[in-house]
């Protein structure tokens, strides 16, 4: 009489590849969580913003949004680091520094932004529409020479 064992091999548990690659993915997939900042920025944009009514609260969760990016930034480079240290350590330590520095561009526009809410709340009134504008402006070219040129 022949045994047949119909059972499926157990699996031992996660590899630590394949742990890191899991890791690295929900990290990565942290980094869209700045998508909504699009819309929750719009406020801040508008002429009169400094001077007007409204609420800072769509601004404020856009800089909490932002600054949830910008750790998910370095964090990818982290995780990946030793698989990507096998390959090249140059390229490895070279694609830290690319997500280091995209996460500093990141926070510097945000703090662009936060800045005119301060400004807000201070009461500093018209008189401060020109300096809000000025640190949108900011924002904008920061994202186009720091966020937007760097690597993935």
């Keep these: 009489m022949t045994v047949v064992d119909n059972t499926a091999p157990r699996r031992a548990g996660m590899g630590p590849l ?17 998508i909504p900042t699009l819309s929750l920025y719009g406020p801040v944009r508008e002429p009169g913003f400094v ?3 409204g609420p800072d609260g769509p601004v404020l969760l856009g800089g909490v949004l932002e600054m949830v990016v910008a750790l998910a930034c ?17 390229l490895a330590l070279g694609f830290v ?6 996460a500093a561009t990141i ?28 640190m949108v402006a900011f924002h904008d070219w920061i994202f186009l020479l720091g966020q937007a040129s760097c690597p993935p």
Excluded: C
Excluded at 74 to 90: C, I, M, S
Excluded at 108 to 128: C, H, K, Y
């Design 97 to 102: 520094g690319s997500r280091v520095l995209e």
């Design 18 to 34: 394949r742990r890191t690659a899991l890791i690295a993915g929900v990290v990565y997939l942290l980094t869209f969580a700045s």
């Design 107 to 134: 926070v510097g526009r945000t703090v662009s932004l936060l800045a005119v809410v301060s400004l807000r709340r201070s009461g500093a009134g018209a008189g401060a529409e020109v300096t809000a504008q000025s």
């Design 74 to 90: 370095v964090g990818t480079a982290v995780v990946l680091y030793p698989v990507v240290k096998r390959q090249n350590e140059t």
């Design 51 to 53: 001077s007007g009514p």
